[in-house]
């Protein structure tokens, strides 16, 4: 009897000691599962002594330098004079003063173009500046006959190509040298009115002007800045030159308002009958637009 329930004991335990072995398994594998299904993260790791190490952060990608511009860069700049003159006017042998007001030219102003533009490339530059206006007025004659009116009209022409090179190129002042020149084509014409036919009278001018100057751009803020420009030069000219300033308002990346003042002085007498010495200055408004 005693036999048989130790042989009974045994074949207990022994079923005991297989199910628990396999129950092990069961959770072994199932722990296995768990552990591919959530890896412990990647910055904690175990070292060969069990103490958690973490990972070093990875580097930090570096910032490479600035690579120059290399890039063409164009703006176009219109821009209206609002200008008054005075000096001494001749044509055929006869000379005549002018005392002009802004009002006055505004008045005969019959239509006009002014526009700047630039090119440059790195720290060479080209810039432009073109002017031409078309101004007329009419005049009754105290003559009981022969004309009865005439009609004086003149068109004049300024263009001025440079190159420029950046002398100073800081943060926030920028300094540019040029040199270039100044092309004048004034033209004046005479038209008589009156009963019959009635003659029409033409003469014109022109000329070129070396001119050296200077301009120089300096931030004030972030969206403010002010520029002085002016140069200098004869040729056909006995003297020609012009000073100016403008205060720019960057309402845009790409836009910049403009305001300021410009001085330009011409004295023309060549051993022809055609004179000009004058004078003119007045305020200038426009706006810059940086196409590229």
Known sequence: MMKIIRNFAIVTLIGSCTSIAFAGQDVAQKSDSDGNANPPPAAILATNDGAPEQTPPSPTPQKTAASPDDSWHFSLTPYLWFAGMHGTVGARGHEASVHASFGDIFDYLNIGLMAAAEARYKKFGAPVDFLWMKLSDNKSLPFERGPSSIKTTVNQTMLAPKVSYRLVDGEMVKVDGNFGIRYFHLGTTL??????????????????????????????????????????????????????GALGYKLKPS????????????????????????????LVIGATFNLK
């Open 255 to 282: 836009i910049i308002l403009l305001a300021g003042w410009r001085y330009l002085d011409v004295d023309y007498e060549p051993k022809s009958t055609f004179v000009y010495d004058t004078a003119t200055s007045g």
């Open 191 to 244: 038209d008589f009115t009156g009963t019959g036919p009635q003659p029409s009278f033409y003469q014109s001018a022109n000329w070129v002007d070396c001119i050296a100057g200077a301009r120089i751009t300096a931030g004030v803020s972030p969206k403010i800045q002010v520029s002085m420009f002016g140069d200098a030069g004869a040729g056909g000219a006995n003297l020609d030159y012009q000073v100016g």
